[in-house]
Antibody, heavy 118, light 111 residues
Framework: EVQLVQSGAEVKKPGESLKISCKGS????????IGWVRQMPGKGLEWMGI????????RYSPSFQGQVTISADKSISTAYLQWSSLKASDTAMYYC???????????WGQGTMVTVSS | QSVLTQPPSVSAAPGQKVTISCSGS????????VSWYQQLPGTAPKLLIY???KRPSGIPDRFSGSKSGTSATLGITGLQTGDEADYYC????????????FGGGTKLTVL
């Protein structure tokens, strides 16, 4: 079964760092782009960026450039999204999703809820 | 403000048909494939339509997609209460703003 499994919910304080993960299985992890999508409480989907695990080519939305870092470890079929200094406004659900030719995201992780509160 | 424009909400009775529009520009919908996603309450989005009008395996033919110029449309026939969800369109964007853009989402209510 093709799936993306994300790490569990996190509760952090402002200023703390965080790295969440997205592990792929059931397919060739290095052959598909993996994107990250933010969904703030009660809001819509926002594309953050995308990485090609085969060569770690990465692109960011201008809205998130410099705010987060996307990486991947192809040896363990895992993509990451990390923050160096969290803000309360980073509180959201974060999804990883596999991108296929044509640009659609066909497989989604279950989501990781990140709560940032003092 | 989303790059792609969707109506905030639509509603229809069970068994009826509904359409959801998604309006963009030549830098996104006009020159790229459109996909549609269904997000049931409390769950991750799910791909409904890709490449404008193709359905992934397991998606019933009650769901259809079309594109004309810089707009796309999702159609749902034979509405069921289980179709109540948020629906999002998405596509690539070849401008400098982003690689991928989503619509703001449309809440479907099945009355």
């Amino acid at each position: 079964e093709v799936q993306l499994v994300q790490s569990g919910a996190e509760v952090k304080k402002p200023g703390e760092s965080l790295k969440i993960s997205c592990k792929g299985s059931g397919y060739s992890f290095t052959s598909y782009w993996i994107g990250w999508v933010r969904q703030m409480p009660g809001k819509g989907l926002e594309w953050m960026g995308i990485i090609y695990p085969g060569d770690s080519d990465t692109r960011y939305s201008p809205s998130f450039q410099g705010q987060v870092t996307i990486s991947a470890d192809k040896s363990i079929s895992t993509a990451y999204l990390q923050w160096s200094s969290l803000k309360a406004s980073d509180t959201a659900m974060y999804y990883c999703a596999r991108s296929v030719i044509g640009g659609a995201f066909d497989i989604w992780g279950q989501g990781t809820m990140v709560t940032v509160s003092s | 403000q989303s790059v792609l424009t969707q109506p905030p909400s639509v509603s229809a009775a069970p068994g009826q048909k509904v359409t959801i529009s998604c309006s963009g520009s030549s830098s996104n919908i006009g020159n790229n494939y459109v996909s549609w996603y269904q997000q049931l309450p409390g769950t991750a989005p799910k791909l409904l339509i890709y490449d404008n009008n193709k359905r992934p395996s397991g998606i019933p033919d009650r769901f259809s997609g079309s594109k004309s110029g810089t707009s796309a449309t999702l159609g749902i026939t034979g509405l069921q209460t289980g179709d109540e969800a948020d629906y999002y369109c998405g596509t690539w964007d070849s401008s400098l703003s982003a690689d991928v853009v989503f619509g703001g989402g449309t809440k479907l209510t099945v009355l």
